[in-house]
């Protein structure tokens, strides 16, 4: 089976850098994928680490360290659009696993003034 | 490019009937996915194809049939509607590993 954990709150400022971590448990590992979404709308897709480093996306950059089973979703100079729930997700398997992802419950982001 | 749309976007039901939600994609993606998502909850992945013809369960398939006899159209069944079935249900698809492109969604609820 899979499980992912991250936290269900953050709260940062405008302006400010925040870190949504995500720690994960799978009995195969292809990748860990990052999602937006706003409240009432559809997930989008952020970023996608398939091997160990960082991958850098404009103000979102995404990290990834296979051997800690752990990532996280940096995001810098916040604004208040940034506000949404941020989830993680595993999987990614192309040569024959449907290519499925196991999604985390999501991190809730509060961006204030 | 309309991207992955879905339709309806909202319905009521009532419990035991019947419904079918479709989705389409003009983005020539092999894989297609059907998720349901909870209040407070991650997406649960409840079937999935990869390629025209195929289709395989998910995490959570128990009370839902799917179709794919087009490459660019996904069909979700309900056979026999229940209350725990009340849902926002959505649409993806892709070619690449970890990404999706997702439909705006369809709120169901059934009474």
């Known amino acids: 089976g899979q499980s992912l954990e991250q936290p269900s709150e953050v709260t940062a400022v405008e302006g400010a850098i925040v870190q949504i971590n995500c720690t994960y448990q799978t009995s195969g590992f292809y990748g860990l994928s990052w999602y937006q979404q706003h409240d009432g709308g559809a997930p989008t897709f952020l970023s996608y680490?398939?091997?160990?480093g960082l991958e850098e996306t404009g103000r979102f950059s995404s990290f990834l360290s296979r051997s800690d089973s752990y990532g996280y979703l940096l995001l810098q100079e916040l604004q208040m659009k940034d506000s949404a729930s941020y989830f993680c997700a595993v999987g990614g398997d192309l040569t024959g696993g449907g290519n499925k992802l196991t999604f985390g419950t999501g991190t809730q982001l509060k961006v204030e003034l | 490019n309309a991207g992955v749309t879905q339709t309806p976007k909202f319905r009521v039901l009532k419990t035991g009937q019947s419904m079918t939600l479709l989705c389409a994609q003009d983005?020539?993606?092999?894989?297609m996915y059907w998720y349901r998502q909870d209040p407070g909850m991650g997406l649960r992945l409840i079937h999935y194809s990869v390629g025209e013809g195929t289709t395989a369960k998910g995490e959570v398939p128990d009370g839902y049939n799917v179709s794919r006899l087009k490459k660019q159209n996904f069909l979700l069944g309900l056979e026999s509607a229940a209350p725990s079935q009340t849902s926002v249900y959505f649409c993806?698809?892709?070619?690449?590993?970890?990404?999706?492109?997702f439909g705006p969604g369809t709120r169901l609820t059934v009474l």
């Open positions: 983005m020539n993606h092999e894989y």
């Open positions: 993806a698809s892709t070619t690449s590993p970890g990404g999706r492109f």
């Open positions: 680490n398939g091997l160990d």
